[in-house]
């Protein structure tokens, strides 16, 4: 028998089965008194509001979308205590896990002030190469153990929310993002963001674990404490929720907003018991809309998206093909030698790149050599991939966008002068990060979060990150994050990626 409101979807269209409740009761006739008027709410909304009576209207509060149910994952007590906990376990982790790198920074080049790049400039030349050297041999032998005695485990934070309804080991993320913030703080060319991102979601699984939580509120937890490592270690809780939604989850919407919001901001207000509270990027001029720039950003930002799905691909292929066994011992030795070399005349490729996205930012460099970091850093960075590291790629591409911005900005001021390099340079990384994450919105806050300026801008920055992405996507589809997604094993069906409610 067909109910009525049944009737009223279409034929021939095929619902996802968990949108079909919130179709149903959206299309269900509301209630009427004995005069036909209206009476409470069309809808149900789960958990009832304490507030029982509507307001003089009868319409309900869920008319608006995003506020009729918590959605697969029920927000309750528990779950929040769970949310709480992961923020304050995440803050720790990202506090603990900069204190390692920033010392290995400080041993391995001798300095104890400034910047990692100011640290690599003022060491000798066969320090920077030996640095390296020490990395690719500590790294190498410590990878292939962990990943040895650990064989089965997860410990990549995507997989395991998109298709291991977010179960992580917690001793091999550890392993991993400790070995990862070693090396990258003796000069490999890795994120450092992917090691606290990972420690997060591990200290939400285990805490999930521990709650007893669903596997929806399990996935969700994973996310937000994903987002909340990234948060904290970059100071920037907006995007790091953000972050958590429109790229863990696929879902800007209330139920998910919350909990992200909530952890992010908790973790990174714990990170500050060691990390600065200020701006990553301090002192960036405060930039001011031109012509030029409009006309700049809507002229450049397609080119950035067809290179922004060329390194997507590029990241993809080397991860596809990263070595492994008895390779793995020795490939890092390797590829971090080959940097160190390459070092000696560009110290800015040490690192993450977040140096170098600085001196873009505030217009240090000429085109040549701005031009020359573009091409050199996602080279680096994919030979470090490949060799077998673990490691983020974050701020690798968010200095890639920077620096093609500002050197293709500067060649545009021969044409149209008048607009300082760093604002082109801004420019240029929300494009490059927004397309390369397939996820706009948070690449423009990680630009604004970063710098604490850039409101200026936000015209160009919007339009430029909206055309790249958009480029990105139809072109391929692909994301920094998509694509390095491990093989699927053998006989595997798309059917497996879901898992079922505990």
């Not at 909304?45 to 029982?52: E, F, N, W």
């Not at 939580?213 to 994973?222: F, G, H, K």
């Not at 560009?346 to 217009?363: E, H, V």
Request: aromatic content about 8%; some cysteine.
């Amino acid at each position: 028998m067909t109910r009525p409101h049944d009737e009223a979807q279409p034929t021939g269209a095929r619902m996802p089965a968990r949108l079909l409740p919130g179709l149903r009761t959206l299309l269900r006739p509301a209630a009427k008194d004995g005069a036909g008027r209206p009476t409470g709410s069309e809808r149900l909304r789960s958990p009832q509001p304490l507030l029982k009576r509507r307001l003089p209207s009868g319409r309900g509060a869920t008319e608006q979308p995003n506020i009729t149910s918590d959605g697969e994952a029920a927000l309750t007590p528990r779950f929040w205590l769970a949310v709480i906990l992961t923020g304050i376990a995440t803050g720790l982790f990202g506090a603990v896990l900069m204190l390692l790198l920033f010392n290995v920074q400080y041993l391995a080049f001798g300095y104890h002030t400034g910047s990692l790049q100011q640290g690599v400039e003022q060491a000798s030349a066969l320090r920077r190469v030996c640095s390296l050297l020490i990395a690719g041999a500590f790294g190498g032998g410590a990878w292939f153990l962990l990943r040895r005695y650990t064989k089965g485990e997860h410990a990549e934070i995507d997989e395991a929310i998109w298709s291991h309804g977010g179960k992580l080991s917690f001793r091999r993320s550890l392993g991993t993002s400790v070995i990862s913030e070693v090396v990258i703080g003796m000069g490999a060319s890795i994120g450092r963001e992917a090691a606290p991102k990972l420690l997060g979601g591990a200290s939400a699984s285990v805490l999930a674990g521990w709650a007893g939580l669903s596997t929806p509120q399990r996935r969700l937890l994973v996310a937000c404490g994903g987002g909340a490592g990234l948060a904290a270690v970059y100071n920037v809780p907006f995007a790091g929720a953000l972050f958590t939604a429109e790229i863990l989850c696929g879902s800007i919407s209330l139920p998910v907003i919350l909990p992200a919001l909530a952890c992010s901001c908790i973790a990174t207000a714990t990170a500050w018991i060691y990390l600065p509270d200020h701006a990553t990027y301090p002192a960036i001029p405060d930039y001011r809309l031109s012509g030029s720039l409009m006309a700049f950003s809507l002229l450049v930002s397609p080119l950035i998206g067809l290179i922004s799905a060329g390194y997507i691909r590029l990241l993809g292929w080397v991860s596809h093909h990263r070595m492994s066994g008895l390779k793995a011992l020795f490939a890092p030795l390797f590829a971090f030698a080959v940097l160190g070399v390459i070092g000696i005349w560009y110290p800015q490729l040490f690192g993450n790149g977040k140096d170098m996205a600085r001196d873009a930012f505030t217009g240090m460099g000429g085109i040549g050599l701005s031009l020359t970091l573009f091409a050199l850093k996602p080279a680096v960075t994919a030979l470090c991939l490949e060799s077998g590291a673990s490691g983020g790629v974050f701020t690798p591409t968010l200095s890639t966008g920077a620096v093609l911005g500002g050197g293709l900005g500067m060649t545009w001021s021969l044409i149209w002068p008048g607009s300082p390099a760093g604002a082109y340079a801004m420019i240029g990384a929300a494009a490059m990060i927004g397309a390369a994450m397939q996820a706009p919105l948070a690449g423009l806050a990680l630009v604004l979060e970063l710098t604490h300026t850039g409101f200026s801008l936000m015209i160009p920055m919007a339009a430029a990150t909206a055309i790249a992405t958009a480029v990105a996507f139809y072109l391929d589809g692909y994301s920094i994050y998509s694509a390095r997604l491990p093989s699927r094993p053998p006989g595997w069906r798309s059917d497996q990626a879901v898992t079922k409610p505990e």
